[in-house]
C-alpha cells in the first residue's frame, strides 16, 4: 500500500510484500530474454511441461539420490506459486503438472510469463521483477542494463543465495553463467557477454523512496485503510490519495521544528543526552561508533560524541566517522544551562563549564557549518483544514516519529483554555446577548462540591477591569466576564450548543469552569469546530483520504464530504446548478460552488449573523488583543484565539481565513509547566504564523460578506448602548436587526439612579 499527497508526492509504504505489477508489453524483451535464459528457454515452444527435463531431474534423483536440475518450467512455477504449497512430494508434483497443462489451454504465453514476472519472491520482501529492480537498484526496470537483467534473472533460482546483497560473489557467479547462456542461445552477441562480464556488481538496497517526511499523516491513512479493508490494505496494492498538500505539509514541519527549538532556546541548554566512557583507544572509538550509528537523527539534530576539549573549542566526532571542530560562537557560547522552567545559569566561559568528553550532543549542519543544538523535551501538534469541507492540509503530530508515534493533533485530550471561550461566546450571541452586552468584570469566589473547593477565578495578571463589553472581554480574554456570561446563559444551554460544533455533551465539563476550557479535547477536535467560524457557519467533518485506486490504477472510492454550499440556502435546492450549466457565462469559482452541489450540503449550525459577529470579534483578537503577533502577516481577513492554561502547561492558538484554519498546540507530555512567561501568544501563536505566512500566500485577502439582517450602529462604549448625536468616543457595533439598542446612552455613564442593564449584568447573583 502506498500513501501520496494530493500531488501524488509518496508518504508512506505498508505491507509485507512489495509489488509493483507489470503488463507484458511493459517488460523490456532482453529481460524475457534474460529470463528464459535462466528458467525456461523452451517456453514459447512446449505445452508448458519439459518432459525431456522431468526425465533428467527424476533419473538424477534416483541415481543420487538428491534433486538435481529439476525440471520446472516457467507455467509449472506459475501453477506451484499460485495454486500449490511448496511442499516436495510426487502428489505435489502431479497437480503440479495437471495445473500446468490447463494454464497452457486457458491461457496465452503472454498472460503466463506476466504472471511470473509478477508473482515470483525474489528476496527482501520484493515479489515480482518489477518490484525486485526497485529494491536493488532503485530504478524500474525498464532503465537497468544487461548485466543487471541477468543479476535479477539469477534471483527466482535461490533469493537468498544468490541475492546481489548478501551474497554478491555467489550471485555474480550465477549472472554470469546467466549471461554465458544467453551468448549460446543467440540472445546476445558475444561483445555484449564480454562488456556485460566486466560489469561490478551495484546492487544495494532502496527502501521506499518517500518523497519527503510526513509519517502522522501517512500513519493515519493506513490506520483508516485497516479499518475500511483489514489486512488486504497491506496486501492488495492500493495507492491512496490524500488530502495533505505537499507544500503545506513541509511548511508544517518546519514550523513546530522552529517553533519547539524556539521555545526550548528560551528556557536553556540541559547539557549532553550521554556520557560515554571518556579514554578514546581503539576499543572505545568503536564503541562511539557504534552508539553514533543507533542514535536516529531528530528533527535534523545529528548525533555527535565530544573528543576532545580546549578552553574555547570541542572537538567532536560524527556518525560517518569524520572529525572535527564546532566551534565556539556557532553555540557554546550562548549554552545558558537549564535550571528551572523560568530560571536559566550563566553562559559558560569555557568548553568544560558544560562539556566533557565522551559526551553524546546534537549538533545541526547548515550551510555555515556544524552548529549546537538539542532536541526540545515539549512537544507540539499542528493540524490545518479546508474550512469549506474539513479536507487536511496538514498535520504534524509531534517532533520526531521515530520517538513517538503517539499523534498529539489526533489522540492528545488537552484543556484547551481561552481557545474554547468562542463556543461559549457563540452559544451568548444565539441566546439574546450581542457584542455590546455588559458583564461585570469583578471578582467572584464560588463554593462549589462539584469544584471540590472554593475557587477564586481570576484574569491573566489579576487585575480586574469592572463593566466590559463582551466584545472587549473575548478580545483581551477576561476571564471573570466568560464565567459571569456562562452562568447568565446557562450551563446546559451552553454545552448543547457547543455539541453543535462537534464537542462531545458528556465530555464537557458541566460547570461554569466550561467558560475557561477546562475539559479535555484534541487539535482535531478544536480546529474542525474552528472551521464552522471561519466558513460562516457549517459544520464539517476532518478527511484525510481523498481517493483510492487499486493495484490496476482504477478508482474504488472517492471521497464525499459534507461540503459548504452558500448558493444552496439561497435557491433552496442542493442540486439546482450543475457544473456544465453556463460554461461560458460563470467564473472558475461559479463552477467549483456549482461542483460542490453535487456533494452532500453541509448543515448549518450557526446563524449567518451570529458567525459573522463572532468572526468580527475574533479579527480585533489579532488586531487589538492577545494575538497581535498575527499582524505580522499583514491581513485583514484573519481571526482567531489564543490559549493557555493554569501554570501555564498548555499553550494554544486556533486561527483562519475563508481558505485555511488551523490549530497549534505547545506543552509537555507528561503535563510539566512551560514557564510564567510562556502563553497561548508566546509559545503557539508564532507556530501558527509561520505556517499561515505560507499557506495564505495565495489566499486572496477579502473583507467578509455582510449577511442579511446585520446593521452597523453607532454605540457608547462604556454602556453598550446607542451614541447620543455626536457624542465623542463613539464607536460602531454590529448587531442583528432585531436586537438594535432601542436607548441612548446617559449624558453620563454613572450619573444618579443609573444602573446598567440588570438583564445583561445580573450581579445579584454573584
Given at each position: 500500500?502506498?500513501?501520496?499527497?494530493?500531488?501524488?508526492d509518496?508518504?508512506?509504504?505498508?505491507?509485507?510484500?512489495?509489488r509493483?505489477?507489470?503488463?507484458?508489453?511493459?517488460?523490456?524483451?532482453?529481460?524475457?530474454?534474460?529470463?528464459?535464459?535462466?528458467?525456461d528457454?523452451?517456453?514459447?515452444?512446449?505445452?508448458?511441461?519439459?518432459?525431456?527435463?522431468?526425465?533428467?531431474?527424476?533419473?538424477?534423483?534416483?541415481?543420487?539420490?538428491?534433486?538435481?536440475?529439476?525440471?520446472?518450467?516457467l507455467?509449472?512455477?506459475?501453477?506451484?506459486n499460485?495454486?500449490?504449497?511448496?511442499?516436495?512430494?510426487?502428489?505435489?508434483?502431479?497437480?503440479e503438472?495437471?495445473?500446468?497443462l490447463?494454464?497452457?489451454?486457458?491461457?496465452?504465453?503472454?498472460?503466463?510469463?506476466?504472471?511470473?514476472?509478477?508473482?515470483?519472491?525474489?528476496?527482501?520482501?520484493?515479489?515480482?521483477?518489477?518490484?525486485?529492480?526497485?529494491?536493488?537498484?532503485?530504478?524500474?526496470?525498464?532503465?537497468?542494463?544487461?548485466?543487471?537483467?541477468?543479476?535479477?534473472?539469477?534471483?527466482?533460482?535461490?533469493?537468498?543465495?544468490?541475492?546481489?546483497i548478501?551474497?554478491?560473489?555467489?550471485?555474480?557467479?550465477?549472472?554470469?553463467?546467466i549471461?554465458?547462456?544467453?551468448?549460446?542461445?543467440?540472445?546476445?552477441?558475444?561483445?555484449?557477454?564480454?562488456?556485460?562480464?566486466?560489469?561490478?556488481?551495484?546492487?544495494?538496497?532502496?527502501?521506499?523512496?518517500?518523497?519527503?517526511?510526513?509519517?502522522?499523516?501517512?500513519?493515519?491513512?493506513?490506520?483508516?485503510?485497516?479499518?475500511?479493508?483489514?489486512?488486504?490494505?497491506?496486501?492488495?496494492?492500493?495507492?491512496?490519495?490524500?488530502?495533505?498538500?505537499?507544500?503545506?505539509?513541509?511548511?508544517?514541519?518546519?514550523?513546530?521544528?522552529?517553533?519547539?527549538?524556539?521555545?526550548?532556546?528560551?528556557?536553556?541548554?540541559?547539557?549532553?543526552?550521554?556520557?560515554?566512557?571518556?579514554?578514546?583507544?581503539?576499543?572505545?572509538?568503536?564503541?562511539?561508533?557504534?552508539?553514533?550509528?543507533?542514535?536516529?537523527?531528530?528533527?535534523?539534530?545529528?548525533?555527535?560524541?565530544?573528543?576532545?576539549?580546549?578552553?574555547?573549542?570541542?572537538?567532536?566526532?560524527?556518525?560517518?566517522?569524520?572529525?572535527?571542530?564546532?566551534?565556539?560562537?556557532?553555540?557554546?557560547?550562548?549554552?545558558?544551562?537549564?535550571?528551572?522552567?523560568?530560571?536559566?545559569?550563566?553562559?559558560?566561559?569555557?568548553?568544560?563549564?558544560?562539556?566533557?568528553?565522551?559526551?553524546?550532543?546534537?549538533?545541526?549542519?547548515?550551510?555555515?557549518?556544524?552548529?549546537?543544538?538539542?532536541?526540545?523535551?515539549?512537544?507540539?501538534?499542528?493540524?490545518?483544514?479546508?474550512?469549506?469541507?474539513?479536507?487536511?492540509?496538514?498535520?504534524?503530530?509531534?517532533?520526531?516519529?521515530?520517538?513517538?508515534?503517539?499523534?498529539?493533533?489526533?489522540?492528545?485530550?488537552?484543556?484547551?483554555?481561552?481557545?474554547?471561550?468562542?463556543?461559549?461566546?457563540?452559544?451568548?450571541?444565539?441566546?439574546?446577548?450581542?457584542?455590546?452586552?455588559?458583564?461585570?468584570?469583578?471578582?467572584?469566589?464560588?463554593?462549589?462540591?462539584?469544584?471540590?473547593?472554593?475557587?477564586?477565578?481570576?484574569?491573566?495578571?489579576?487585575?480586574?477591569?469592572?463593566?466590559?463589553?463582551?466584545?472587549?472581554?473575548?478580545?483581551?480574554?477576561?476571564?471573570?466576564?466568560?464565567?459571569?456570561?456562562?452562568?447568565?446563559?446557562?450551563i446546559?444551554?451552553?454545552?448543547?450548543?457547543?455539541?453543535?460544533?462537534?464537542?462531545?455533551?458528556?465530555?464537557?465539563?458541566?460547570d461554569?469552569?466550561?467558560?475557561?476550557?477546562?475539559?479535555?479535547?484534541?487539535?482535531?477536535?478544536?480546529?474542525?469546530?474552528?472551521?464552522?467560524?471561519?466558513?460562516?457557519?457549517?459544520?464539517?467533518e476532518p478527511?484525510?483520504?481523498e481517493?483510492?485506486?487499486?493495484?490496476?490504477?482504477?478508482?474504488?472510492?472517492?471521497?464525499?464530504?459534507?461540503?459548504?454550499?452558500?448558493?444552496?440556502?439561497?435557491?433552496?435546492?442542493?442540486?439546482?446548478?450543475t457544473?456544465?450549466?453556463?460554461?461560458?457565462?460563470?467564473?472558475?469559482?461559479?463552477?467549483?460552488?456549482?461542483?460542490?452541489?453535487?456533494?452532500?450540503?453541509?448543515?448549518?449550525?450557526?446563524?449567518?449573523?451570529?458567525?459573522?459577529?463572532?468572526?468580527?470579534?475574533?479579527?480585533?483578537?489579532?488586531?487589538?488583543?492577545?494575538?497581535?503577533r498575527?499582524?505580522?502577516?499583514?491581513?485583514?481577513?484573519?481571526?482567531?484565539?489564543?490559549?493557555?492554561?493554569?501554570?501555564?502547561?498548555?499553550?494554544?492558538?486556533?486561527?483562519?481565513?475563508?481558505?485555511?484554519?488551523?490549530?497549534?498546540?505547545?506543552?509537555?507530555?507528561?503535563?510539566?509547566?512551560?514557564?510564567?512567561?510562556?502563553?497561548?501568544?508566546?509559545?503557539?501563536?508564532?507556530?501558527?504564523?509561520?505556517?499561515?505566512?505560507v499557506?495564505?500566500?495565495?489566499?486572496?485577502?477579502?473583507?467578509?460578506?455582510?449577511?442579511?439582517g446585520?446593521?452597523?450602529?453607532?454605540?457608547?462604549?462604556?454602556?453598550?448602548?446607542?451614541?447620543?448625536?455626536?457624542?465623542?468616543?463613539?464607536?460602531?457595533?454590529?448587531?442583528?436587526?432585531?436586537?438594535?439598542?432601542?436607548?441612548?446612552?446617559?449624558?453620563?455613564?454613572?450619573?444618579?439612579?443609573?444602573?446598567?442593564?440588570?438583564?445583561?449584568?445580573?450581579?445579584?447573583?454573584?
Amino acid at each position: 500500500m502506498r500513501v501520496y499527497t494530493r500531488e501524488g508526492d509518496l508518504i508512506g509504504q505498508f505491507g509485507e510484500q512489495k509489488r509493483n505489477p507489470l503488463p507484458y508489453d511493459r517488460i523490456p524483451p532482453q529481460f524475457v530474454q534474460a529470463l528464459l535464459a535462466a528458467e525456461d528457454d523452451g517456453f514459447f515452444r512446449h505445452v508448458g511441461i519439459d518432459f525431456a527435463g522431468l526425465l533428467r531431474a527424476a533419473s538424477e534423483l534416483v541415481l543420487t539420490g538428491e534433486k538435481g536440475s529439476g525440471g520446472s518450467t516457467l507455467t509449472m512455477q506459475v501453477a506451484r506459486n499460485y495454486f500449490l504449497t511448496l511442499e516436495r512430494t510426487f502428489t505435489r508434483k502431479f497437480k503440479e503438472i495437471l495445473l500446468s497443462l490447463e494454464i497452457e489451454r486457458s491461457l496465452s504465453k503472454e498472460e503466463i510469463f506476466e504472471l511470473y514476472f509478477n508473482r515470483i519472491f525474489l528476496g527482501h520482501r520484493s515479489y515480482g521483477f518489477e518490484a525486485a529492480a526497485q529494491v536493488y537498484y532503485g530504478s524500474h526496470i525498464g532503465e537497468l542494463d544487461l548485466a543487471q537483467y541477468a543479476m535479477l534473472a539469477g534471483l527466482p533460482k535461490a533469493p537468498s543465495s544468490y541475492n546481489p546483497i548478501s551474497n554478491p560473489q555467489r550471485a555474480k557467479v550465477r549472472r554470469d553463467w546467466i549471461l554465458g547462456r544467453m551468448a549460446a542461445l543467440g540472445y546476445i552477441t558475444p561483445e555484449e557477454y564480454q562488456q556485460a562480464l566486466q560489469q561490478p556488481v551495484s546492487a544495494t538496497h532502496h527502501g521506499a523512496k518517500l518523497a519527503f517526511n510526513a509519517p502522522y499523516a501517512a500513519e493515519m491513512a493506513r490506520k483508516e485503510m485497516l479499518d475500511r479493508f483489514g489486512l488486504a490494505a497491506y496486501n492488495d496494492g492500493f495507492h491512496v490519495y490524500t488530502t495533505i498538500s505537499s507544500e503545506l505539509q513541509l511548511t508544517a514541519n518546519t514550523a513546530i521544528v522552529n517553533g519547539l527549538v524556539t521555545y526550548d532556546q528560551r528556557h536553556g541548554y540541559r547539557g549532553p543526552e550521554q556520557q560515554l566512557p571518556p579514554r578514546p583507544d581503539t576499543n572505545m572509538l568503536q564503541l562511539w561508533q557504534t552508539r553514533l550509528q543507533e542514535t536516529a537523527v531528530i528533527a535534523g539534530f545529528v548525533p555527535a560524541i565530544v573528543t576532545n576539549l580546549e578552553e574555547q573549542s570541542i572537538g567532536i566526532l560524527l556518525t560517518d566517522g569524520t572529525e572535527t571542530l564546532l566551534p565556539w560562537e556557532h553555540g557554546p557560547a550562548e549554552a545558558r544551562p537549564y535550571r528551572s522552567e523560568n530560571a536559566r545559569g550563566s553562559a559558560p566561559t569555557i568548553a568544560a563549564d558544560i562539556w566533557a568528553v565522551g559526551d553524546l550532543i546534537r549538533v545541526e549542519i547548515r550551510e555555515q557549518g556544524l552548529f549546537l543544538a538539542q532536541i526540545p523535551e515539549a512537544q507540539a501538534a499542528l493540524v490545518a483544514l479546508r474550512p469549506d469541507d474539513g479536507a487536511v492540509l496538514s498535520v504534524v503530530g509531534g517532533l520526531g516519529f521515530g520517538k513517538s508515534k503517539f499523534n498529539r493533533a489526533t489522540q492528545a485530550t488537552r484543556q484547551p483554555g481561552s481557545n474554547f471561550k468562542p463556543f461559549i461566546y457563540a452559544a451568548a450571541l444565539e441566546n439574546g446577548f450581542t457584542a455590546a452586552s455588559i458583564i461585570n468584570d469583578a471578582p467572584v469566589v464560588f463554593e462549589d462540591a462539584v469544584l471540590e473547593d472554593t475557587w477564586r477565578p481570576e484574569n491573566d495578571g489579576g487585575r480586574f477591569y469592572g463593566p466590559t463589553r463582551l466584545r472587549w472581554a473575548l478580545t483581551k480574554s477576561r476571564n471573570l466576564v466568560s464565567i459571569r456570561l456562562l452562568q447568565q446563559l446557562g450551563i446546559r444551554k451552553a454545552i448543547n450548543y457547543s455539541s453543535r460544533f462537534g464537542f462531545d455533551p458528556d465530555a464537557l465539563a458541566a460547570d461554569l469552569s466550561l467558560a475557561l476550557g477546562t475539559q479535555a479535547i484534541t487539535p482535531m477536535q478544536l480546529v474542525a469546530a474552528y472551521a464552522a467560524i471561519a466558513n460562516g457557519g457549517y459544520r464539517v467533518e476532518p478527511y484525510l483520504i481523498e481517493r483510492i485506486e487499486d493495484y490496476r490504477r482504477d478508482e474504488i472510492f472517492r471521497a464525499t464530504p459534507l461540503t459548504v454550499c452558500r448558493d444552496c440556502e439561497q435557491t433552496g435546492d442542493e442540486n439546482a446548478v450543475t457544473a456544465e450549466e453556463g460554461l461560458e457565462e460563470v467564473s472558475m469559482e461559479d463552477i467549483l460552488a456549482a461542483e460542490a452541489r453535487q456533494l452532500p450540503a453541509a448543515p448549518r449550525i450557526m446563524d449567518a449573523r451570529v458567525a459573522f459577529i463572532l468572526d468580527s470579534i475574533l479579527k480585533d483578537v489579532v488586531t487589538k488583543g492577545t494575538a497581535r503577533r498575527a499582524r505580522v502577516l499583514e491581513r485583514t481577513d484573519i481571526g482567531g484565539k489564543t490559549g493557555t492554561t493554569n501554570g501555564p502547561v498548555d499553550a494554544w492558538f486556533s486561527g483562519y481565513n475563508p481558505d485555511v484554519v488551523a490549530t497549534t498546540w505547545l506543552g509537555f507530555d507528561q503535563n510539566l509547566l512551560l514557564g510564567k512567561r510562556e502563553f497561548g501568544g508566546s509559545a503557539a501563536l508564532p507556530i501558527w504564523i509561520d505556517y499561515m505566512r505560507v499557506a495564505l500566500r495565495d489566499s486572496r485577502d477579502l473583507p467578509r460578506e455582510i449577511p442579511p439582517g446585520i446593521v452597523n450602529v453607532r454605540i457608547d462604549p462604556e454602556t453598550g448602548l446607542l451614541a447620543k448625536p455626536g457624542q465623542a468616543k463613539a464607536m460602531f457595533e454590529f448587531f442583528r436587526v432585531e436586537q438594535v439598542p432601542t436607548r441612548s446612552a446617559p449624558n453620563q455613564a454613572n450619573e444618579a439612579g443609573y444602573k446598567i442593564q440588570s438583564e445583561n449584568l445580573q450581579e445579584q447573583l454573584f
